[in-house]
């Protein structure tokens, strides 16, 4: 008797023992994870998801470690099922360790990283901001309106205006701000040789799209009184801007921005390169070329149709010419074609009156041809966007372009 009242008491102070080192343990990696998840908001609330680090990819699995020491710790006996989880887990650990160092931390779904700015998406009006990259930083400084470009009047000072809108390769990203194309296509335009002066607005702001150009020209540019609106449209438009943001319903009645929801996986697939590849392999990233689905074909030709038709109609109603650019990028110039189809906006365009398109992918061949330059010295070699050379070719072949319609 005098065994068994001192073996329940033993496994009494073991269940005890164990229990306090449970706790005890609880509760140190609970306030460890707390610190932790507490300086990763701080981040994200600074960078939005570019916080993700080398230890974001690898937290879940410490996370995971802690309850299952948790689970060790509570029991008696380690069970197999137990032993088979550490196992599974440190599999995948050793996996994403291993794609860390092949793909590192670089953003892979960072189209997705989209949130609404405000009404027009501008830039603060009257501040300082900056547009930095990897290779370069660039200081801009905007007017009243929220655009990287100096005060606007509404009386004309030239017999011609010309307001270009666009994103950020119509604000310059890449270029110093008298290296952005607008300022100067305004140098080619007023040669020596030309008697007509032209006046050219910036109406440009990084990460922009066609809808917002209409609505930004609809509700305040009209009453700059432009002769001519440049819009830029590329694939990026096409295939990401649309696809995240919408058409025109993205704009609310209460004044506010509203796009399409975030993809469920894009949480995941951002922190896990493994789940990410998962996402690849099963198709689910809905951005690229191959997402063009009929169903999401038809869509986007509905904006571009409502896109044609607005800018006709205020073009009529405001005397002016409307320029839709269609510009290729660094890889699609390397390729010599685009990577979707910009047939059908050019069809919608032939059928306006006071609309006309410039497909800049041949006039850039051209250019590059006759100046005997590499198209990869025109861009930043890590960034898409134009370096000064790459905009100075974009001014020249739109000036040659506008001097045609005169």
């Not at 990897?134 to 007017?143: K, L, V």
């Not at 540019?221 to 432009?226: A, E, K, S």
């Not at 685009?338 to 919608?348: A, L, P, R, T, V």
Request: charged share 20%; proline share 4%.
């Amino acid at each position: 008797m005098m065994v068994k009242a001192d073996s329940k008491n033993f496994l009494a102070k073991e269940f005890t023992l164990r229990f306090r080192v449970t706790h005890l343990f609880l509760v140190s990696a609970l306030f460890c994870w707390m610190l932790y998840f507490g300086w990763e908001f701080y981040w994200f609330t600074k960078v939005s998801w570019y916080f993700i680090k080398w230890h974001t990819h690898l937290a879940p699995y410490f996370f995971v470690y802690t309850a299952l020491i948790a689970l060790a710790l509570f029991q008696k006996k380690t069970s197999n099922k137990l032993l088979g989880a550490f196992s599974l887990v440190t599999g995948f650990f050793i996996a994403e360790i291993f794609l860390l160092i092949l793909f590192g931390t670089e953003q892979k779904y960072v189209e997705y990283i989209c949130n609404p700015v405000n009404f027009y998406h501008v830039w603060p009006a009257n501040q300082i901001h900056h547009i930095v990259k990897d290779e370069y930083d660039y200081i801009r400084h905007t007017n009243s309106l929220g655009f990287s470009d100096a005060e606007w009047s509404t009386e004309k000072k030239t017999s011609r205006r010309v307001l270009a809108i666009g994103d950020s390769f119509t604000e310059g990203d890449g270029a110093v701000v008298d290296s952005c194309y607008p300022v100067l296509l305004g140098k080619f335009l007023n040669s020596p040789n030309d008697s007509t002066g032209y006046e050219i607005l910036n109406a440009g702001t990084c990460g922009s799209d066609p809808v917002y150009g209409y609505q930004n020209l609809q509700d305040r540019l009209c009453n700059y009184r432009p002769d001519v609106v440049l819009q830029t449209i590329s694939s990026n438009d096409l295939l990401e801007d649309f696809k995240i943001r919408g058409g025109f319903e993205r704009f609310q009645s209460n004044h506010q921005v509203k796009y399409k929801p975030t993809p469920w996986w894009f949480y995941p697939a951002e922190i896990s390169n493994i789940t990410g590849l998962v996402v690849n392999a099963a198709h689910a990233n809905e951005l690229g070329p191959e997402s063009v689905t009929p169903s999401y074909k038809k869509a986007i030709e509905n904006i571009q149709r409502q896109i044609i038709h607005g800018f006709d109609s205020l073009a009529t109603a405001h005397n002016f010419k409307v320029v839709i650019i269609v510009l290729p990028l660094k890889e699609e110039i390397a390729r010599g074609n685009y990577f979707c189809d910009f047939s059908f906006i050019k069809n919608e365009i032939a059928k306006s009156n006071h609309v006309v398109c410039l497909d800049l992918l041949r006039p850039y061949e051209n250019y590059i041809r006759q100046s005997g330059k590499d198209y990869k010295n025109l861009y930043w070699k890590k960034d898409s966007h134009p370096n000064a050379d790459g905009y100075k070719m974009m001014a020249e072949c739109i000036a040659a372009f506008l001097k045609t319609q005169q």
